[in-house]
């Protein structure tokens, strides 16, 4: 039969096995289609044909993969392998995706994680897979020891330490320091205890050893007066020890050494403590005490002194200090003035120096009666000052040194003044009186006139030496005549 003719053709796959289907039309409306058998026929006859379509085969594709390594600790990584046949695509699961059908990949897994290869092929699929398995990281560890353990007080030890999986320590007391190691430890003053802490990728940890230190016994003390009993106003002598003290304390005195004495003046009785304390804080008392008898109506006494006494004028000795001390015995009162007012039976005070005389006056009162003392500052003015003088402590005085032969003229012109005022007096004095009896009172010219008539009598002598040495002083000696009714005088000078 002629006409239009068509047919289709359909592959399927099966067990790794391709069928073909093919489905025919003809033009006369007749239709037919055979599945891998034997089925054509005549289309013009109406039978259909004898056919035998292609059988092909496809085989299934395989793969492999592997890691290594296959376990690790966490933080670590590991890395993919993997191969396939028959395959023309693959992936890979937990978020890796499209792989190519051989090849490798490096992964981190935080947890242990299974990775499923799946291959694809004209075959079919195929999966495999593998493990990759992660170990927790482990936590540090550390040992710490003191050598020695237990010191005296104030005493040093030597700390070692030593760990595993950490990265950094810490040591009390110290600071950062190496996740092995030793460090000394010096003035221990109680029992201690170390910590160590260690840190690393697992977390961290603390280890911690002791030091002992041993106690130091506490103080003591011993106190006594001599005498324990005393009348009013009368002095006990305390003296005290201690044992295993660094310091102490005395009622009514203040701080003391911790072995001494301390001379008291009770006017009632008086119990004097004694507080010791030791190194480690420790503290201990004693006491002891002195009665204080009371003796009626007997007559009071007192005394008072200044140091130093001496007070001097200027600026620099002005205002200075000074201690006033006092003393009494048999009185219930007492007061010092000026300035000072009402005090104890025995004491002190500073007190500062003045521009005067100051008296300081105490006044003590009892049952016998009232005693009075004093004591004076004494204000020492400072020194007049004089202005530059000489003072002529050689008779007659020259002034000169004119080696033998200028003192030999020296004084010979000396004893020629004198002869010549000797003549004068024996010759020439007994004529005046008679003149001056004969001139009238209004006239004073003769007694003039004859002066200077004995003026000229008397030989002149030079004023100065020539040639005379360098190293002599330079002195003169003038003479000056009478002259309207001055006297003749000599005058000596020096350069």
Known sequence: ATGAFAFSLTVSSENGISVASIAYAWGDGSSGGCCGGDRGGDPGGGREPDFNPPIVYNPKPSCSISTNPSNIQAGGSSTLFWGSTNATSASINKGIGSVPTHGSRGVSPSITKTY????????????????????????????????????????????????????????????????????????????????????????????????????????????NANPSSVQQGGTSYLSWSSTNATSANLSSVGSVGVNGNYTVYPYTTTTYILTVYGSQGQSSQCQTTVSVGTVYNQPPSCWITLTPQYGYGGSSYYNRPSTLSWGSTNVTSA?????????????????????????????????????????????????????????????????????????????????AFALAAGYLAVYYLPALAGIKARVPIRAMEAPMIFAKSVATSVPFVRNTIENHAGWMPQDSMTFARAENGRAPRIVITRK
């Open 335 to 415: 007061y010092i003035s000026p300035n000072i007012g009402t005090i104890s039976s025995y004491g002190s005070q500073t007190v500062y120096t003045s521009d005067s005389n100051q008296i300081y006056t105490m006044t003590a009162s009892g049952p016998g009666g009232t005693a009075t003392c004093r004591t004076q500052q004494v204000y020492i003015p400072n020194p007049p000052v004089y202005p530059p003088y000489i003072t002529l402590t050689q008779i007659p005085y020259t002034g000169l040194d004119l080696g033998i032969v200028g003192n030999g003229i020296y004084w010979f012109s000396i004893l």
């Open 116 to 223: 499923t290869l799946t291959v694809y092929g004209p075959g079919g699929t195929a999966n495999c897979q593998t493990t990759v398995t992660v170990q927790p990281q482990q936590a540090p560890s550390c040992t710490i020891s003191a050598n020695p353990s237990s010191v005296q007080y104030g005493g040093s030890s030597t700390l070692t330490w030593n760990s595993t999986n950490a990265t950094s320590a810490n040591l009390t007391g110290v600071g950062s320091v190496a996740t092995n190691g030793s460090h000394s430890v010096l003035n221990i003053y109680g029992t201690t205890t170390y910590t160590l802490n260690v840190t690393g990728p697992g977390g961290s940890t603390d280890c911690q050893t002791t030091v002992y230190t041993s106690q130091i016994p506490a103080p003591s003390c011993t106190i």
